[in-house]
């Protein structure tokens, strides 16, 4: 049995360490077959994606400010001048200023609304129109979500509602793509820590709430996200459009304190 990626080629967008969910997907396709290329957000992160990259055998690594005008569509032409073609693309682009996140969502700044949005959600509505020239056929758009978008997470505020309009996105962009033969979804992904992550206040004890209330009694690891997203980029959810699936240990089912749950005790802290 062949893997499920040999002879596939694509680009990931959104690595900023080897803790990022981008990282965790791209191991997986990697393994799988998948030639890869890789985007960077600025020069501190281009001393640890190069570097990753090269791991698995990729020497394609482009600058990509998506708040930059032009900067994503220079990405797919550059890229167009060692691929003639691709087969998926993932999107792991968000930022909104911590400082926004905590406190009150009420509080939330013109400016940092503003941007945020730009950078969470419509970023990947200019890679679905730049990159989905270059695609083949069957070929498959994957972005990031989180359960912040359909319920309230202590201080995940405005990103929450950026998280919503991406996941809308995708429905619209897979009725767009669609006629084409190319398929849009996302995933919504439990909670882990990552550099992005970091960023939320009282984060450790968001961590520890879903850890002891979601199903499986444990959070997500890299790995469960790169294997959810191994079968919605590969061939295996080739009748798949439009959804957002969730990888998230069972938490998103959970409407209670599970009757097992211990009480949460953290010290006192600035997160």
């Not at 669609?178 to 992005?196: E, M, P, Q």
Request: include cysteine; charge should be negative.
């Amino acid at each position: 049995m062949k893997p499920l990626m040999q002879g596939k080629k694509g680009l990931i967008c959104g690595v900023a360490n080897d803790h990022s969910l981008a990282w965790g997907i791209a191991k997986e396709l990697a393994s799988h077959g998948a030639e890869l290329a890789f985007t960077y957000a600025s020069e501190p992160f281009k001393k640890r994606v190069i570097p990753l990259s090269e791991s698995l055998g990729s020497s394609l690594v482009f600058p990509c400010d998506v708040t930059e005008e032009g900067a994503i569509e220079r990405v797919f032409q550059d890229l167009s001048h060692s691929w003639e073609t691709l087969d998926f693309v993932v999107h792991a682009v968000a930022f909104s200023n911590k400082e926004e996140l905590r406190g009150d969502f009420i509080q939330t700044s013109r400016e940092n609304f503003l941007n945020t949005m730009l950078i969470s959600c419509y970023s990947f509505i200019e890679t679905l129109k730049h990159g989905s020239a270059f695609m083949n056929p069957g070929g498959s758009f994957l972005t990031l979500s989180y359960f912040g978008s359909e319920k309230v997470v202590p201080h995940y505020n405005v990103m929450g509602v950026a998280k919503a309009a991406l996941e809308t996105s995708v429905r619209y962009a897979a009725e767009d793509l669609g006629k084409k033969g190319i398929r849009v979804n996302t995933l919504s992904c439990g909670s882990i820590k990552t550099l992005a992550a970091s960023g939320i206040g009282d984060f450790r004890y968001i961590l520890q709430w879903s850890q002891n209330n979601a199903p499986l009694r444990r959070n997500i690891t890299l790995e469960d996200v790169g294997k959810s997203a191994l079968y919605l980029l590969s061939d295996l959810s080739s009748g798949v459009t439009g959804e957002t699936h969730h990888v998230d240990a069972g938490y998103n089912i959970v409407g209670m304190k599970a009757k097992d749950a211990p009480d949460i005790v953290l010290e006192k802290t600035n997160q």
